[in-house]
């Protein structure tokens, strides 16, 4: 019998066994959740995502792939979801002891031998299609539910793109869906952290011209070289808190990537200090649109 551990949780606040399976998706790599059998783990600990959905998904797995009576650990920071833990699992027939700390709620308890609800929890959580979309999704993916704005602006600014391209931080594949309705692009390169989003981006973009990788480009993980262009809408928080850092590690995985002459669009908040590193990278850097709260910068190499 195994543990499983979800996300990175705080390990002073938490413990979990040095050999646990990683399920979290948005760590690469990690084991499927869902593809872990029923009943089959000796404990679970898990750092709850935020949203309500997704939470009681990932909730609702974690006590189905436990054995009966085998021990629950469950936590989230007190204003994303920790006030909620304790009754959520008490739905589940999972009653838990729930522990205030350092801004954290923890909530352990065991798994019952006839939980209640995880059916539902799961099928709501799930993939689904959105028909006002046209898109495959599933709740926990970056704008699971909308076009996001931003990126409903940089399509509305992309002109028509040829040649040899990526999509950093593809999401479901709204821009790289659009881009690939110009035959004159030969390939195209999709990268995301989540495995969810790689996921339905595999159902959305079915042309044979794109690659989908699940991969952290923080990490460096492997783009091609010598692209004609590059997209992005790179994300700019990390475990609930802003990190411009994100953004700016986009945009040199990018400049790494592109040819000489080639051109990366990217769209980021308004907020976002991104034109100094835009500048080290890239020959010129030029703001072709800014409304809405929203900036689209084409920076040439």
């Given at each position: 019998?195994?543990?499983?551990?979800?996300?990175?949780?705080?390990?002073?606040?938490?413990?979990?066994?040095?050999?646990?399976?990683?399920?979290?998706?948005?760590?690469?790599?990690?084991?499927?959740?869902?593809?872990?059998?029923?009943?089959?783990?000796?404990?679970?600990?898990?750092?709850?995502?935020?949203?309500?959905?997704?939470?009681?998904?990932?909730?609702?797995?974690?006590?189905?792939?436990?054995?009966?009576?085998?021990?629950?650990?469950?936590?989230?920071?007190?204003?994303?979801?920790?006030?909620?833990?304790?009754?959520?699992?008490?739905?589940?027939?999972?009653?838990?002891?729930?522990l205030p700390k350092r801004h954290?709620?923890?909530?352990?308890?065991?798994?019952?031998?006839?939980?209640?609800?995880?059916?539902?929890?799961?099928?709501?959580?799930?993939?689904?299609?959105?028909?006002?979309?046209?898109?495959?999704?599933?709740?926990?993916?970056?704008?699971?539910?909308?076009?996001?704005?931003?990126?409903?602006?940089?399509?509305?600014?992309?002109?028509?793109?040829?040649?040899?391209?990526?999509?950093?931080?593809?999401?479901?594949?709204?821009?790289?869906?659009?881009?690939?309705?110009?035959?004159?692009?030969?390939?195209?390169?999709?990268?995301?952290?989540?495995?969810?989003?790689?996921?339905?981006?595999?159902?959305?973009?079915?042309?044979?011209?794109?690659?989908?990788?699940?991969?952290?480009?923080?990490?460096?993980?492997?783009?091609?070289?010598?692209?004609?262009?590059?997209?992005?809408?790179?994300?700019?928080?990390?475990?609930?808190?802003?990190?411009?850092?994100?953004?700016?590690?986009?945009?040199?995985?990018?400049?790494?990537a592109l040819r000489s002459g080639?051109?990366?669009?990217?769209?980021?908040?308004?907020?976002?200090?991104?034109?100094?590193?835009?500048?080290?990278?890239?020959?010129?850097?030029?703001?072709?649109?800014?409304?809405?709260?929203?900036?689209?910068?084409?920076?040439?190499?």
């Amino acid at each position: 019998m195994s543990h499983a551990v979800y996300g990175l949780p705080p390990v002073d606040l938490v413990e979990a066994p040095e050999a646990a399976l990683q399920v979290s998706p948005v760590i690469p790599g990690s084991v499927r959740l869902e593809d872990v059998a029923d009943a089959s783990l000796a404990g679970a600990t898990v750092y709850a995502p935020p949203g309500t959905i997704e939470r009681r998904y990932v909730l609702a797995h974690a006590i189905r792939a436990l054995e009966p009576g085998a021990r629950l650990v469950v936590l989230a920071p007190k204003d994303r979801g920790g006030t909620r833990l304790a009754k959520e699992l008490a739905a589940f027939g999972c009653p838990a002891h729930d522990l205030p700390k350092r801004h954290h709620r923890i909530c352990t308890g065991t798994r019952p031998a006839d939980p209640a609800g995880l059916d539902e929890a799961i099928h709501e959580g799930g993939p689904r299609h959105i028909d006002n979309l046209a898109l495959c999704t599933q709740p926990g993916v970056f704008s699971w539910d909308r076009l996001d704005p931003g990126t409903a602006l940089l399509m509305a600014r992309l002109p028509p793109l040829k040649g040899r391209g990526a999509d950093l931080g593809c999401g479901l594949g709204v821009l790289a869906r659009a881009i690939l309705h110009s035959d004159a692009v030969t390939e195209m390169t999709l990268v995301d952290l989540d495995r969810r989003a790689i996921e339905m981006a595999k159902r959305n973009v079915s042309d044979t011209r794109a690659k989908i990788v699940w991969g952290d480009l923080r990490a460096a993980a492997s783009l091609p070289t010598g692209l004609d262009f590059a997209v992005s809408n790179p994300p700019f928080h990390d475990g609930g808190a802003e990190d411009q850092a994100l953004g700016k590690t986009f945009i040199q995985r990018a400049a790494d990537a592109l040819r000489s002459g080639g051109t990366l669009w990217l769209v980021a908040n308004a907020h976002l200090p991104y034109e100094a590193t835009l500048r080290e990278r890239f020959r010129s850097v030029e703001t072709v649109a800014q409304e809405g709260g929203y900036k689209v910068f084409e920076a040439k190499r």
